[in-house]
């Protein structure tokens, strides 16, 4: 029942911004959620490209620091991804995680993924 509805990709040209959206229903976000964006480009393998943990301060991945930002709405249960500056690299399929930190029945945590969205920055 729980779902993560993911909007705000497209087409943009090398330079500009966009800004990606993760709406969360059938749960709400905690304190402890953590959320992190991904992103999968053709060939490579999935990386994790920022992360929102709770109670710390934003990571991001060196290829994408001081050009992106994370915002983890806790009211709404909503997490953005403010991509400016895009690159050509920028281009992949992102993807929002959810993630739920575990406890005594199930230590691994819990895991809710988005449905991914395209991103392509061109020349």
């Known amino acids: 029942q729980v779902q993560l509805v993911q909007s705000g990709g497209g087409l943009v040209q090398a330079g500009g911004s966009l800004r990606l959206s993760c709406a969360a229903s059938?749960?709400?976000?905690?304190?402890?959620?953590?959320v992190g964006w991904y992103r999968q480009a053709p060939g490579k393998q999935r990386e994790l490209v920022a992360s929102?943990?709770?109670?710390?301060?934003?990571g991001y991945v060196e290829s994408v620091r001081e050009r992106f930002s994370i915002f983890k709405d806790n009211a709404r249960s909503t997490a953005y991804l403010q991509m400016n500056s895009l690159k050509l690299e920028d281009t992949a399929v992102y993807y929002c995680?959810?993630?739920?930190?575990?406890?005594?029945?199930?230590?691994?945590?819990?895991?809710?993924w988005g449905q991914g969205t395209q991103v392509t920055v061109s020349s």
């Open positions: 995680n959810l993630h739920i930190p575990g406890d005594i029945e199930r230590p691994s945590g819990y895991d809710y």
């Open positions: 929102a943990p709770g109670g710390t301060s934003a």
């Open positions: 059938g749960i709400i976000f905690a304190k402890n959620a953590v």
